[in-house]
């Protein structure tokens, strides 16, 4: 008999990926098809939405096209988080850019709306600080500049969404919102699972313009639009990016929290909801596998890769070289906020600006490399702290993405947290996870099979350090307070 195998795709923020996983939960195959991003005016990030569909049907075309022995018989979609757009019902036609969920363009409205009175009421109902990284006010944003009435959206004719949803439909499915996915949108009752109607009169969107929600696992799709070979191959189970990578660590339990490390940073664990969660924590919806959601606690970083890619090409050297340099040098005291679009967890300031703190005449670029690798570690670690308030018994830290491939960052990042932090080296656990709910749903595997799963990890433990890093983190917060003031000028 021919091995069963799950195509997974993972549209993440730079790239679309592809991935073939046999029954032994190993990746056979895999493409990727880069992703570019606009920046319209100051702090406004945007894609096309068009892209990033043409991307999706060439990372499968290329995935397709290695050898591979195997009949697919199920696939999983995993995506880019809160980035929202309006396409047309009928057609699946984008009307707008993606914003991304980088874009800060409602910084103002964000602030036109908390001086109202109805941010603790958000934030009860959505689990989500008043943020321009969700899709609520990216979605008012759009509609008030290309249907201020509302009518088109009110008719149903135009659907508003996140990108999973527009994938979705583009693939002939339903009008529908994976549970995680809606639950970053800001619209849903994080409680109830199903959208608020009195946050959607905060924000101004009608009920009618949204998919409906429904859980991770289910049949979304038929895929034959994608690539001939796929026609028959149902969509089984789609998932948000990061709650992917959870699932993938096979961490199915409360107390074990991973942070997948890329552009940004997220710090995610599940809840039993027994404890009442640190305010800098978001609460969301892990996945729901038929059997109701799962709530975790999560922390959003937004620069981590970003900040060494930055300074990188400040300095006119690759990200690799940079890394390089930096674990070559110290950071003598120099302390690095990487604020460029504001801070996230747990301090969710958008009007926080980057600085760079402790410089002296001994500064060289090698200590900003150094310092701009400890921003990383120091982001996670006051996440970290904060999830510690939150969620009994967290004895390590799993680890993955791209930055957590350097050794020097796992082990500050352990000094820092006190604790041994576990990195995955297995590629691509945005799309493994969905790829083993998506074989759930085929029945490749059931749950006992899932945690019998290899998993290759390497364990990092300087937690005998964790005195020594004390000066370190006292720097770090001050030099974050200092972001934090009000700006003398504007800017």
Not at 358 to 365: E, I, M, R, S
């Amino acid at each position: 008999m021919k091995s069963e195998l799950i195509l997974a795709i993972d549209q993440g923020t730079s790239a679309t990926k592809c991935v073939l996983v046999d029954p032994q939960g190993k990746i056979v195959a895999k493409a990727s098809a880069p992703l570019g991003e606009r920046y319209p005016h100051n702090g406004w990030v945007e894609q096309d939405a068009e892209e990033i569909w043409q991307s999706v049907r060439s990372a499968v075309a290329q995935c397709l096209e290695q050898p591979y022995e195997g009949k697919i018989v199920a696939a999983g979609l995993s995506t880019q988080r809160e980035s929202a757009l309006i396409w047309e019902r009928a057609t699946s036609r984008a009307i707008t850019p993606l914003l991304s969920w980088q874009d800060q363009r409602t910084v103002g409205l964000r602030e036109r709306l908390a001086a109202t009175g109805v941010e603790p009421m958000i934030r009860e109902r959505s689990g989500l600080p008043l943020d321009p990284m969700f899709s609520a006010l990216k979605l008012n944003w759009l509609l008030d500049e290309i249907n201020p009435d509302r009518t088109r959206a009110s008719s149903g004719e135009w659907c508003v969404g996140t990108i999973d949803a527009f994938l979705v439909s583009r693939l002939g499915g339903r009008q529908v919102a994976e549970a995680g996915n809606a639950s970053r949108t800001q619209l849903m009752n994080v409680h109830t699972g199903e959208w608020d109607d009195e946050l959607l009169a905060v924000f101004g969107i009608p009920r009618q313009s949204l998919p409906q929600i429904v859980p991770s696992l289910g049949d979304f799709a038929d895929t034959g639009k994608l690539h001939p070979a796929l026609e028959g191959v149902p969509l089984k189970a789609v998932m948000a990016d990061s709650h992917s990578a959870l699932f993938a660590h096979g961490a199915y339990e409360p107390g074990q929290v991973k942070a997948t490390m890329g552009t940004g940073s997220s710090i995610m664990g599940l809840t039993d909801g027994k404890s009442k969660a640190h305010p800098g924590l978001c609460l969301t919806i892990a996945w729901d596998c038929g059997r109701g959601p799962q709530q975790a606690l999560e922390g959003n970083v937004r620069a981590a890769g970003a900040t060494l890619r930055w300074l990188a090409g400040v300095f006119g050297i690759t990200s690799d070289e940079a890394a390089s340099l930096a674990a070559q040098s110290d950071s003598r005291g120099v302390c690095l906020v990487p604020a460029f679009n504001g801070l996230g967890a747990p301090w969710w300031d958008a009007r926080a600006q980057g600085l760079i703190s402790g410089l002296t005449l001994g500064t060289d670029k090698g200590a900003l490399f150094a310092a701009a690798v400890e921003s990383i570690a120091h982001q996670v670690a006051d996440v970290v702290e904060a999830m510690d308030a939150s969620v009994d018994g967290i004895q390590r830290l799993l680890l993955d993405g791209g930055p957590s491939r350097n050794a020097d960052l796992r082990a500050t990042l352990s000094s820092y947290i006190a604790r041994p932090v576990v990195h995955c080296s297995d590629a691509e656990l945005s799309a493994l996870g969905v790829a083993h709910l998506a074989g759930v749903g085929a029945g490749v595997w059931d749950w006992n099979a899932l945690r019998r799963l290899p998993r290759t990890q390497q364990t990092t433990d300087a937690s005998d350090r964790a005195g020594a890093a004390v000066p370190a983190r006292q720097r770090w917060a001050h030099a974050v307070a200092q972001s934090r003031l009000p700006p003398a000028c504007p800017r």
